[in-house]
């Protein structure tokens, strides 16, 4: 396959002054904290996760830098007939899998642990996530002090040397990867300027490490899975803005896979895909940091390689069993399924392109990854990670445990549902655009004012995937004098926002139209309809003067679909708004009817529990034998298939 090539190709290394530009996004971050998750479904989402963060101890999570460090034994003494170990903690309580103190790839889960905490406490100001951090981060440096001062990891430094002599060892760059983001993010999110310094060290040991390489040993060392480091080290250039930090980024630039990408080859097809996905968000961040426009051309060629050209599945996914999907044969490889690490890592690009360009399309495909990823991948009662998510004839969700496995996923698990409230809202120059539609508040300065933006979602007008019991449902069933209850599911999803401000104040207001959209959407400004809204998908602009109370309903009407599997046009996955369904059959099951008339397959099916409605909830009719659909994100221990043949009647 020859993938969509970018617009000007580079030949070889070497860098024209004149292509770095001044890196302007047209959308930014909002400040963390800003915004808060409203009593919800994912708000409960994000107290699981956080529970869970909280119950891991300090010493799990040290104990191989501890013992790395030469910090900790198993008999916590020196002695010997003399040492007791029945009062200690033993192994039966240790962190086991991954994290075992027998795996080369011990110590990736506390970055992902320190990420996930920096973000916690960003959103929730929790001074126990804070201490809880600060504390693992000093203790961090005092293993990185008991080492010398520079090295720092849960594994020793001959894992590094056995890796350039062509030795295999499990991906040690990658676990030490994981620690530099989480340290990063300390620094970035919870203010630990000690994390910051533990990063200068580590960066001055890789520098003497790879000081006096040459580019065909840099260039071998990172074929073998770098993970992001070339994120980190530009993140710490972009801090420092130190020359040995730059010069240190520039040589984890892994140019192989770079240099085809910008020749327009598919690099991608049968390669491992959390391998390349990383090296990417790494090129996009020296772009951030640099403005080296060749950076950007090839994140640019990276998307359309793995997104645009190759296609994906209903879930978003172009990857199964670790590996990138050969684009039109991704019928006979659904096999594993999705990994939630690709899954996470491409919505962190979406989101960056979407900065970058605001362009909908990319908060689109966040969605897209979000509903039937990051949600479908967690367990809706434990918190805990199913590492594959099929959508083949008869999968089934295989769940993680506490402390026993410690997947790579394991890790993205705790970040990604640490993070919802920073997709919600972005700012332009002209205003806010609402570019995730997750109930909650924001809190922002504006002409010397500060204004808020809240937003509600109607689950009795409108559908509210996941939700459950609620005093909102109770009232709405009890009080006889409020708005009626739609008779049967509504086909829309409702929206409510408010603004609050002490004084009038002028911005524009993007909200976007998602890509499930069915028609127009309805727009009300206090209670006036607008007759400027574009059907289809993109952002819609709403500027003027807003006062305190100003209030905009917004409803996005949905239909189900059937999306074809890529290069299978006779099989297909039935998609209700933004949520891909599943059906509750352990087989292939060949369906008759219309595939541009789902309906002729599948019926509202339990729509309404108590004072909820059941989104995506369905069942087949008129077929030989019938069974009953529910969302992806709903299933948990229960054999699925997601795609099926539909056949005309």
């Known amino acids: 396959m020859k993938c969509t090539a970018p617009t000007r190709a580079v030949q070889g290394t070497q860098y024209d002054k004149s292509e770095v530009s001044d890196m302007i996004?047209?959308?930014?971050?909002?400040?963390?904290?800003?915004?808060?998750?409203?009593?919800?479904?994912l708000s409960d989402r994000f107290q699981l996760n956080k529970s869970y963060?909280?119950?891991?101890?300090?010493?799990?999570?040290?104990?191989?830098f501890y013992m790395e460090a030469g910090l900790w034994s198993y008999s916590g003494n020196g002695g010997t007939t003399t040492a007791s170990t029945t009062s200690m903690e033993g192994p039966e309580h240790w962190h086991w899998g991954w994290?075992?103190?027998?795996?080369?790839?011990?110590?990736?889960?506390?970055?992902?642990?320190?990420?996930?905490?920096?973000?916690?406490?960003?959103?929730?100001?929790?001074?126990?996530?804070?201490?809880?951090?600060?504390?693992?981060?000093?203790?961090?440096?005092?293993?990185?002090?008991?080492?010398g001062g520079q090295w720092l990891a849960a594994f020793p430094e001959s894992f590094m040397n056995r890796l350039v002599n062509g030795k295999w060892v499990w991906a040690p760059h990658y676990t030490i990867h994981k620690l530099l983001m989480g340290l990063f993010e300390m620094y970035q999110l919870a203010g630990s300027e000690q994390a910051l310094h533990i990063m200068k060290g580590m960066a001055s040991w890789f520098d003497k490490w790879t000081g006096h390489f040459s580019r065909e040993q840099l260039d071998e060392l990172l074929d073998m899975e770098t993970g992001g480091m070339l994120e980190t080290w530009a993140d710490l250039y972009g801090a420092t803005g130190e020359e040995a930090h730059r010069?240190?980024?520039?040589?984890?630039?892994?140019?192989?896979?770079?240099?085809?990408?910008?020749?327009?080859?598919?690099?991608?097809?049968?390669?491992?895909?959390?391998?390349?996905?990383?090296?990417?968000?790494?090129?996009?961040?020296?772009?951030?940091?640099?403005?080296?426009?060749?950076?950007?051309?090839?994140v640019d060629a990276f998307w359309s390689c793995a997104v645009t050209t190759r296609g994906y599945l209903c879930t978003g996914a172009g990857d199964d069993g670790e590996l990138w999907l050969p684009p039109e044969r991704m019928a006979a490889r659904l096999g594993a399924g999705q990994e939630h690490c690709c899954n996470y890592n491409m919505m962190r690009l979406a989101h960056m392109l979407l900065r970058w360009t605001g362009d909908s399309a990319y908060a689109d495909y966040w969605e897209r990854r979000f509903v039937n990823g990051v949600l479908a991948h967690q367990h809706e009662d434990t918190g805990m990670i199913s590492y594959f998510l099929g959508v083949g004839p008869g999968s089934r969700k295989v769940w993680g445990s506490e402390t026993q496995h410690f997947?790579?996923?394991?890790?993205?698990?705790?970040?990604?549902?640490?993070?919802?409230?920073?997709?919600?809202?972005?700012?332009?120059?002209?205003?806010?655009?609402?570019?995730?539609?997750?109930?909650?508040?924001?809190?922002?300065?504006?002409d010397g004012g500060e204004i808020g933006i809240e937003i509600a979602q109607d689950g009795q007008h409108g559908l509210y995937p996941l939700n459950k019991w609620s005093v909102t449902g109770m009232k709405a069933i009890t009080e006889v004098d409020k708005l009626p209850i739609p008779a049967s599911r509504p086909d829309c999803f409702s929206y409510r926002v408010t603004v609050s401000t002490a004084k009038a104040a002028e911005f524009t207001l993007k909200l976007r139209l998602p890509w499930w959209i069915s028609g127009k959407a309805v727009v009300t400004v206090n209670g006036a309809g607008r007759d400027d809204v574009p059907g289809g998908a993109g952002f819609y602009e709403l500027r003027r003067y807003w006062s305190d109370g100003d209030t905009i309903t917004v409803q996005f009407p949905k239909s189900l679909v059937a999306e074809p599997l890529p290069g299978a046009p006779d099989r297909v996955a039935f998609v209700d708004g933004p949520v891909v369904l599943a059906g509750l059959i352990e087989e292939e099951r060949q369906l008759t009817g219309e595939i541009g008339k789902p309906e002729s397959v599948l019926t509202p099916d339990r729509e309404r529990n108590h004072s909820w409605w059941n989104a995506g909830y369905y069942r087949t009719y008129g077929q030989s034998s019938n069974f009953r659909f529910i969302p992806l994100h709903e299933i948990k221990d229960e054999r699925y298939t997601v795609y099926f043949p539909v056949v005309p009647i």
């Open 247 to 298: 010069l240190l980024m520039l040589r984890y630039e892994r140019r192989r896979l770079f240099d085809r990408l910008l020749a327009g080859e598919d690099v991608l097809s049968n390669k491992h895909a959390n391998t390349q996905i990383p090296e990417i968000l790494g090129a996009a961040r020296v772009y951030e940091v640099t403005g080296d426009e060749r950076f950007r051309r090839i």
């Open 99 to 147: 994290e075992s103190v027998t795996c080369e790839l011990r110590g990736h889960f506390m970055g992902h642990w320190l990420s996930a905490a920096a973000r916690i406490y960003a959103q929730t100001k929790d001074a126990m996530v804070k201490a809880k951090a600060d504390t693992i981060v000093a203790e961090l440096a005092k293993c990185q002090k008991a080492s």
């Open 25 to 41: 996004p047209i959308f930014r971050d909002m400040k963390p904290g800003t915004a808060q998750l409203s009593e919800g479904p």
């Open 407 to 446: 997947w790579c996923c394991h890790g993205t698990l705790v970040q990604a549902n640490a993070a919802y409230e920073t997709q919600i809202y972005m700012r332009d120059a002209q205003g806010i655009a609402i570019t995730q539609w997750i109930p909650s508040a924001l809190t922002f300065e504006q």
């Open 53 to 64: 963060v909280m119950s891991l101890t300090n010493q799990n999570l040290l104990r191989s």
